[in-house]
């Protein structure tokens, strides 16, 4: 269990690295880290104590009973953050090929 958290960790603190790195090449001001706890609690402590100007969440867009019974992280952080929030959709990704095969979500 430890070896299989270890890794998705490890692979989180790449891709945010990567995020950061991007829009700062792009000539804009960017962190970011990977934190434990309650996501969408975490996600607005964090924002309050850092004085951030945007935080950028994702969403699956769940709707119906799924979306009352799992909640939202976007939906709760939007609500109680003070600052601006970008909820960012999740879309399919494809790679380029004969049959354009779907690989995963971004």
């Not at 996600?43 to 709707?63: F, I, K, P, S, Y």
């Not at 399919?92 to 779907?102: E, F, R, S």
């Amino acid at each position: 269990y430890e070896d299989a958290v270890v890794a998705a960790r490890r692979e989180g603190e790449a891709c945010v690295t990567d995020a950061a790195a991007t829009l700062v090449a792009a000539g804009l001001h960017a962190s970011g880290r990977v934190l434990e706890g309650d996501p969408a609690g975490t996600l607005v402590e964090t924002a309050a104590h850092d004085g951030v100007d945007l935080v950028v969440v994702g969403t699956h867009a769940r709707t119906g009973m799924r979306a009352v019974i799992l909640g939202s992280v976007a939906r709760n952080v939007l609500v109680h953050t003070k600052a601006s929030v970008l909820v960012v959709h999740q879309v399919p990704v494809t790679v380029p090929g004969p049959d354009h095969a779907l690989v995963g979500t971004a």
